[in-house]
Structures are given as structure tokens and as C-alpha cells.
């Protein structure tokens, strides 16, 4: 965090902050001390997100539709195989994928999954109804629980990212898996700029030094420390066991021709319709209670230490779930800026009290060990300790 970054700057349009970290490449993520490129706004005090939003109601949609047939034309299996690869759990996002792609592109998706931390019993349903409603094939992946378990727990002391080691495994496994199956096209959703987690791309592709560390896997960071400083604190633990965390290297795409893109960058993507075709489409279910930190319910359902990932976010960043979503939603044009102030005053930086207990126990913590880690993570510019409760020194809005 530089010295700038310590005066928290607001949107004008929507809630995002300057203090939002952009998406990295997390076997690369050494330390919370790393310098990270963060949130900026243009001159009319516009995040990224909302340029985005602005930009993209300029797009001829119906222009972006062709560019997708073009590419489905393209890479459309004509062997009867599988001719694109999309990842997800069952979610809307990966629901609205699969089923576009195969019902309205005649693609051929194979779906695959690399399996949350802890699954939540609505998760599980969904990535059932995925593959029974919506009618997919699918390759489900679980990586190690022991060695998933010391990952996350390293992650959380040392980075307060207990998801960390579920991203670096997430993030590479559609390509591998692509690899692994001739498949030579994987669609994600969302652009990443649509959340303010990067700058706009030039065009649908997801950058390949995304996904690349050419460095030997013990050289690797997971949970702020390099494979084989890992190895040393946990002496049982063997190169085979970092096999799903591997990233890929440059050697891999040789003869290979790999393309990620961003669905979101052909399609007018809004979460809230995505939810209501998922539904309608694939049999999703949203959660029978609203997320802890946030007023919705269907999104982010899938995975319990999901939960805490967004808490520790808050706590870090001041940007918590319920800011997440309604910046969202306002851009959308589903809330205005006011309700959204007021939404976030009545839920942002709730305790994920309905998991919390699970996802400490997962990791070997005890409640009261894991909030003693937990507040050491708070910035001084952020927080402060008045009459032994935390206090927002920064307004959020």
C-alpha cells in the first residue's frame, strides 16, 4: 500500500474504493507488503469498472453476437467432440455459459470442476442441477484435503487469503484440462474489468502471464511462502502434492493453440438476468438465506470458506461483499448509488457467522486463535481500537 493509497478515494458512480487490489497472478504473491496495482478513476472520478460500464453501452451488440459465431464456426468440433471447455461448480455464471454455448451456439461445452474448499449443501445441488438439468458432461477434480488444508491455513496466517490456494488450483485447471484433451477453446465469464479487478483488455482474450510462472514449483509462492519453504515447515509434504497448484509454463503452449476468453466480452452480461436464465434454464437454486456481509442470495453460494475470503477482504480493503454487490447492481441500474450507501450500512462487514467455525476448524485454528490472526491484518489508515471494539477511521462512503 503506498502513501497515496492511504486516503481512501470513492467512486462518483458506484462504491468501489481505491483500496481494491487488481487481480494478480498468485503464485507470484509474496507478501501483503507486495506492491499491487489498485483501483484508479479518470478524471470525473470514474472507476475502471464504471468506465467499463459507460463504455460498453457504445458496443453493437449484434456486431459482438457475429464475432461469437465466427469463433464458435472456428473451433466447432467436426468429429462429434468436445469443441470448448467451460469451468465452474454449478453456479449462474457457469450454468449461463454452458447453456448459451450449447443451446444458442450449438457447441459442444465439456464442463469441468475444481471442487470448492467446502462445499455447501446448496452447491452441491446446483453443480447437480447442472449437469442433470441443464445436461452436461463434467469433470469434477479434488485436490488433496490434507494438503489443501495446511495451504488455506498458510494462506490465511500469512496473507489473509484463506481462498488463495483454491484460485491458484482454479485458475489453470480449464487450461490443463484443455491441454489434456485437444480442446483448443475455454470460455470464461466476466470480463475482469467488470468488477474493477483489472484495466479493460483489448479484446476477449485472458492474458496468458496470467497463468504462466516459468519458475520451478518449488520457487512458487502459495500462502506468501515458496513451495519449499512449504516443504520444510511440513516435512511430509512431497513435489506430487503441489501437482494441482502447479501453474503452467511457457513450454506447455508450444504447439498448443490456447484460447481463453471472456464470454462476457461478446455478450451483454448482467448478473441479475444471468441468475434468472441460469434458473429458468439449468435448475439453479439460491441459497434459502441471505450471505452473510450482503443482502443476495445467489451468488458466491458454493463454497463456505467463500465466506470468510469476502471478510477478510473487508478487513484488508474495507471493500466487503455487500459493496461488492451493490456496486454491481448499481452499474446494472437495478439500485441507485443512495441504496445502495444504504444497504452496505446495514450489512457490510457482518462476521460470517453462519461458516466461520467450519472454515477455522478446516484450517486447525481455534475461533478465538483465527481472530487474533485475522485483526492483525487490519491497516492503520482503516482501522482503529476504541474502547476495545474496531472502528472505521475512514467514512466508506
Known amino acids: 500500500m503506498t502513501e497515496d493509497n492511504k486516503i481512501v478515494k470513492h467512486c ?4 468501489m474504493t481505491n483500496q481494491k487490489p487488481f487481480s494478480i497472478n498468485e503464485t507470484k504473491n509474496q507478501s501483503t ?3 499491487k496495482t489498485t483501483l484508479s478513476f479518470d478524471e470525473n472520478g470514474n472507476c475502471i469498472a464504471c468506465q467499463n460500464k459507460i463504455f460498453k453501452k457504445g458496443i453493437n451488440w449484434k456486431e459482438r453476437d457475429k464475432e461469437l459465431r465466427d469463433v464458435c464456426d472456428k473451433y466447432r468440433s467436426n468429429d462429434k467432440n468436445y469443441d470448448c471447455i467451460v469451468s465452474g461448480s454449478g453456479g449462474k455464471d457457469s450454468m449461463f455459459q454452458a447453456h448459451i454455448l450449447k443451446y444458442k451456439y450449438k457447441m459442444n461445452p465439456l464442463t469441468i470442476t475444481y471442487s470448492p474448499i467446502l462445499k455447501t449443501n446448496i452447491g ?3 453443480l447437480t442441477n447442472w449437469i442433470n438439468v441443464g445436461g452436461f458432461d463434467n469433470y469434477t477434480f479434488s485436490a488433496n484435503g490434507k494438503v489443501l488444508s495446511i495451504l488455506t491455513r498458510e494462506s490465511f496466517k500469512n496473507l489473509l487469503h484463506p481462498s ?5 488450483g482454479i485458475k489453470t485447471f ?3 484440462m484443455a491441454k489434456k484433451f485437444d480442446i483448443n477453446l475455454v470460455f470464461y465469464g466476466e470480463e475482469y474489468s467488470d468488477y474493477g479487478s483489472a484495466k479493460m483488455l483489448p479484446d476477449a482474450h485472458y492474458p496468458v502471464e496470467w497463468l504462466i510462472n516459468d519458475e ?6 502459495i500462502g506468501g511462502s515458496q513451495v519449499k519453504e512449504i516443504k520444510k515447515k511440513y516435512n511430509f509434504l512431497t513435489d506430487q502434492d503441489f501437482i494441482p497448484y502447479k501453474p503452467l509454463i511457457s513450454k506447455d503452449l508450444v504447439n498448443f493453440d490456447l484460447n481463453v476468453l471472456f464470454l462476457g466480452y461478446f455478450l451483454k452480461w448482467d448478473p441479475q438476468e444471468v441468475y434468472y436464465y441460469a434458473s429458468n434454464n439449468s435448475g439453479f437454486v439460491p441459497d434459502d438465506y441471505k450471505s452473510d456481509g450482503s443482502y443476495g442470495r445467489y451468488s458466491s453460494i458454493d463454497d463456505k470458506m467463500e465466506y470468510l475470503h469476502f471478510y477478510c477482504h473487508y478487513i484488508k480493503f474495507g471493500i466487503g461483499r455487500c459493496r461488492l454487490d451493490a456496486s454491481q447492481e448499481i452499474r446494472n441500474g437495478h439500485i441507485t448509488r443512495e441504496e445502495g450507501v444504504n444497504l452496505c450500512k446495514k450489512y457490510e462487514g457482518e462476521f ?7 472454515c477455522f476448524k478446516f484450517m486447525g485454528y481455534t ?7 485475522i485483526d492483525k491484518f487490519r491497516p492503520e489508515h482503516l482501522w482503529m481500537k476504541k474502547n476495545n471494539k474496531w472502528i472505521r477511521k475512514q467514512e466508506i462512503f
Open 12 to 15: 462518483k458512480l458506484c462504491l
Open 33 to 35: 507488503n507486495q506492491k
Open 124 to 126: 452441491v445441488e446446483n
Open 164 to 168: 488463495q490456494p483454491f484460485k491458484i
Open 174 to 176: 480449464a487450461a490443463k
Open 216 to 221: 520451478d514449483v518449488n520457487n512458487i509462492y
Open 352 to 358: 460470517p457467522k453462519r461458516y466461520a467455525n467450519d
Open 367 to 373: 475461533h478465538d486463535e483465527a481472530i487474533k490472526i
